[in-house]
């Protein structure tokens, strides 16, 4: 499985960009999928994921109500929507997947990883 995701750019406070994650190869059925970013400095931590059919979602506690995970299995494609952001949003967005039913929460969990885009987030 290959993933690359796209839609990073700069943009100010309390705006909003979306991003994209094309899956391709050997997807098949039940990939679970999630995004994770990383900010300068610091760790990379999970954002929010999806579970194989698209009907649950969870997010990290500083991201609930203003970023939205969807997908879509047809297109093979998973997006992030992401409304007021912040500069503490600021990072690089990596979109990851793992075989599996229900949404995962953590980095080790997964098992295929996007080559990330770069979201900043200017005051």
């Known amino acids: 499985v290959q993933l690359q995701a796209s839609g990073g750019g700069l943009v100010q406070a309390g705006g909003s960009l979306r991003l994209s994650c094309a899956a391709s190869g050997r997807t098949g059925s039940f990939l679970a999928m999630g995004w994770f970013r990383q900010a300068p400095g610091k760790e990379r931590e999970f954002v929010g994921a999806?579970?194989?059919?698209?009907?649950?979602?969870n997010y990290h506690s500083s991201v609930k109500g203003r970023f939205t995970i969807s997908r879509d299995n047809a297109k093979k494609m998973m997006y992030l929507q992401m409304n007021s952001l912040k500069p503490e949003d600021t990072a690089v967005y990596y979109c990851?997947?793992?075989?599996?039913?229900?949404?995962?929460?953590?980095?080790?969990?997964?098992?295929?990883w996007g080559q990330g885009t770069k979201v900043t987030v200017s005051s």
């Open positions: 999806v579970n194989w059919s698209g009907d649950m979602t």
């Open positions: 990851a997947a793992v075989r599996g039913s229900r949404g995962y929460t953590q980095e080790s969990e997964y098992d295929y």
